[in-house]
């Protein structure tokens, strides 16, 4: 039974380092532009899903399985913001797909403690997505104003010797 957890648990880290890699590279392109709040969004989540990764290889480890650190996907090579806003939603939102089916296979199989561990990844993989789906109305809301005043505001931050972050 734990065998198919630890390939449920590895699915995961595999899901997460793809998450950690794209979001690293949107924060790199968003950072390059001067999209200070963008930028740090994809930082702050690529920081949050290496935790993930930390919390499922501790889980493999003790069911005695192999840590497998193996992205599941190559980075998507997209510069419009817009459209990274889209792939993180879509993203987020398969994880949390992903995870809740896992938590129950789990269950089934009478791991109730990498069932826990899915169910409290699903939590962090919707506030995620949420923040990603604010980001994208507030783009639709304002426009490319909205993308202008966080590059307005990193020049401003640069003139007045507070360099960004």
């Known amino acids: 039974m ?5 390939e449920l648990l590895n699915k995961a880290v595999a899901d997460e380092l793809s998450a950690v890699h794209q979001y690293m590279y949107f924060h790199f392109h968003c950072d390059d532009q001067g999209y200070d709040l963008l ?4 930082k702050k989540t690529a920081i949050e899903e290496m935790m993930h990764i930390e919390e499922l290889a501790e889980r493999i480890l003790f069911l005695k399985g192999e840590v497998e650190m193996a992205a599941s996907e190559d ?3 997209i510069l419009d913001v817009k459209e990274m806003l889209k792939v993180a939603v879509e993203m987020e939102e398969a994880s949390a ?3 809740n089916l896992w938590a129950n296979e789990c269950s089934a199989n009478a791991d109730a403690m990498s069932k826990k561990l899915f169910e409290s ?6 506030r995620h997505g949420d923040q990603y789906d604010v980001e994208l109305e507030n783009l639709a809301k304002f426009g490319d104003n909205y993308l202008a005043l966080q590059s307005i505001e990193r020049s401003k931050n640069m ?3 507070h360099p960004a972050d």
């Not at 990844?121 to 919707?126: A, F, G, K």
Request: aromatic residues 8%.
């Open 2 to 6: 734990k065998e198919k957890s630890i």
């Open 39 to 42: 930028a740090g969004l994809f």
């Open 75 to 77: 980075v998507k090579k």
């Open 97 to 99: 797909r992903d995870y």
């Open 121 to 126: 990844l699903v939590e962090d993989e919707e």
């Open 159 to 161: 003139a007045g010797g």
